[in-house]
């Protein structure tokens, strides 16, 4: 084991391909001192950070329940544009094949920014031209003030670009406490797999139309599958569960709605399959 203190990264402990942090060190200064492929292991403990992720490598968690939790700012300093809005994320996985994230609770509840509208989003993970997997994690709280009918997104997925291997796997997480999509997918190059989350709204008190899963702008996603034990997504309390606008040839199989007034919306989405859903 080693450590590493510099001023480019700051201090943190590693051995050759795994790198490890603590409360004292920081996680951002351990992504930043990581190569491509490398490990980056989270103690347990209370981080206050936002989180930038441009290569591929694991940053792992030891556990998404009051473990190892990742607190948004209180003011979010990075955002980057789409299609002309600002995205403020927590945390901000782009422009890799391959960036897997387990074992974290991301609470957006400790960021007072009042400015998040339309056009400035605030997230609670982004995935935007990247792939990976994300998954055992809780990602909640991810509200703004007002009735911001398009800001609050638990889970942002986008992809422009495209490439064979940029997969999107979003597995056995829980999505809560989101302002308007507990999981949103756009753009004609995202390819993702949905399977084995719990995705919890609050559509009485919100004041914004919600989606448990939204499916848009030409992106392809598998949401549930075969096995309807293990793969099967469980969405409650939102006014839609699962929306494809725009979105062809998507499939949803297997998945549990309650307590939702609409269970599938499908505008514009010729080829969407709807298998063996309970509603």
Do not use: C
């Not at 995205?87 to 890799?96: K, L, N, R």
């Not at 031209?129 to 800001?151: P, Q």
């Not at 997504?233 to 006014?239: G, L, M, P, R, Y």
């Amino acid at each position: 084991t080693h450590v590493l203190d510099n001023g480019t990264y700051g201090r943190v402990i590693f051995i050759p391909g795994n790198w490890y942090a603590t409360e004292s060190t920081g996680i951002q200064p351990a992504i930043d001192a990581a190569d491509a492929g490398d490990n980056v292991y989270v103690d347990d403990g209370e981080y206050t950070e936002q989180l930038n992720i441009g290569k591929n490598l694991s940053l792992i968690g030891s556990g998404a329940f009051n473990t190892t939790v990742l607190n948004a700012p209180e003011h979010l300093a990075l955002s980057y544009t789409q299609d002309g809005r600002q995205v403020y994320a927590i945390v901000y996985a782009h422009d890799a094949e391959n960036v897997n994230i387990s074992g974290f609770q991301i609470n957006g509840s400790t960021n007072a920014d009042t400015f998040f509208n339309d056009s400035k989003r605030f997230v609670g993970v982004a995935y935007r031209n990247a792939g990976g997997t994300f998954s055992e994690n809780w990602v909640k709280d991810i509200l703004t003030t007002g009735n911001n009918a398009r800001s609050g997104f638990a889970f942002l997925g986008t992809d422009k670009i495209g490439s064979t291997n940029s997969i999107l796997n979003i597995e056995d997480n829980t999505f809560s406490g989101f302002q308007k999509y507990g999981i949103a997918l756009a753009d004609s190059q995202m390819r993702a797999t949905v399977t084995g989350n719990t995705i919890t709204g609050d559509k009485a008190n919100v004041g914004t139309s919600q989606s448990g899963i939204f499916v848009t702008s030409g992106a392809k996603a598998t949401i549930g599958g075969t096995d309807a034990a293990m793969d099967k997504n469980t969405i409650s309390f939102t006014d839609i569960g699962v929306e494809f606008d725009g979105a062809g040839g998507n499939t949803a199989q297997n998945n549990a709605l309650n307590n939702i007034d609409y269970g599938f919306v499908v505008k514009n989405s010729a080829g969407t399959q709807l298998l063996g859903n309970t509603m």
